[in-house]
């Protein structure tokens, strides 16, 4: 699935995404983590994946979008 950076606070290695209709979704440092990434900027299009369905959906990934 892809979506947009939002927030990220390095320090947290934490933040939120917006999905493509609106939706902020957080995520932690894990899902960070298995992304790869060392830093994340606002309005950037990401990949990632989740677990679960509505308010208990997570996101256990966080990926650049590539082309």
Do not use: K, N
């Not at 995520?27 to 990434?37: I, N, R, Y």
């Amino acid at each position: 699935m892809q979506a947009t950076a939002y927030t990220y606070d390095a320090e947290t290695r934490s933040g939120q995404v917006l999905l493509d209709d609106g939706t902020p979704v957080p995520f932690d440092a894990a899902a960070f983590d298995a992304g790869g990434l060392r830093l994340l900027r606002p309005g950037q299009r990401v990949r990632i994946e989740t677990a679960g369905e509505g308010e208990s959906r997570t996101i256990t990934l966080v990926t650049l979008q590539t082309f």
